[in-house]
């Protein structure tokens, strides 16, 4: 292999290495998932008690807290269960990733980000996290992406297989007064008889 072709290789493999961790392709994630609440027992700051976010927004049931340097706010980040998260908050726990440090049990667990998910009362989020593995993987949507709609083909028109009949009336008096008969022809009765004839979908057929 020839040195141009080699230096051609390695080049994008170096600026993989250079992207920041969750700005991949897939936008998918390693995340050390943590909760707080706003009532129902200690634990809560001022703010949070008064469902006040960094983004200004008011807390509620489907928010959660990220480091805003690797997870933009405005971003949906899905959970394996398919439930979606809007980052709307920050932390200072969640910047420095302090859960991911001290639980995680592996170099990879303890690089993971940390998410906070918001629950309005201790009860819920306790009862959520000890349902929940601590590290999940997930799903970062960033803000202003379109969602492209599926295509519909359950109300796709029908397809025609036989070529329209066309009739044609011809009334003519005679001098008598009389109308004569309706002449009716029949296109699909004109074709030849015994021929090779290509329908609407390709397949020959007699």
């Known amino acids: 292999m020839s040195t141009l072709v080699k230096r051609l290789i390695l080049i994008p493999l170096v600026g993989l290495g250079w992207l920041p961790q969750g700005f991949a392709r897939d936008n998918s994630l390693l995340a050390r998932v943590t909760v707080y609440w706003a009532g129902g027992g200690h634990g809560a700051d001022h703010y949070t ?4 976010s960094a983004t200004g927004l008011r807390l509620r049931q489907g928010h959660c807290a990220v480091d805003p340097r690797r997870i933009p706010y405005g971003s949906r980040v899905v959970l394996p269960d398919g439930t979606a998260l809007s980052a709307v908050d920050t932390g200072s726990a969640v910047r420095n990733r302090k ?8 170099n990879y667990e303890r690089d993971a980000i940390v ?3 918001f629950f309005e009362t201790k009860g819920q989020a306790l009862a959520w996290a000890n349902s929940n593995p601590p590290f999940i993987n997930v799903r970062v949507v960033p803000p202003n992406v379109a969602t492209v709609a599926k295509p519909n083909i359950t109300n796709s028109q029908p397809i025609a297989l036989n070529p329209a ?3 044609t009336n011809l009334a003519a008096r005679s001098s008598t007064g009389a109308i004569a008969a309706p002449a009716t022809t029949n296109a699909a009765a ?3 008889t015994g021929g090779i004839i290509r329908n609407p979908l390709g397949r020959l057929g007699r």
Do not use: N, Y
Not at 49 to 52: A, D, E, G, T, Y
Not at 99 to 106: E, L, N
């Open 115 to 117: 998410i906070d998910k």
């Open 99 to 106: 859960a991911a440090r001290r639980s995680g049990r592996t």
């Open 165 to 167: 009949t066309a009739t």
């Open 190 to 192: 004109a074709r030849p």
């Open 49 to 52: 008690r008064q469902h006040k």
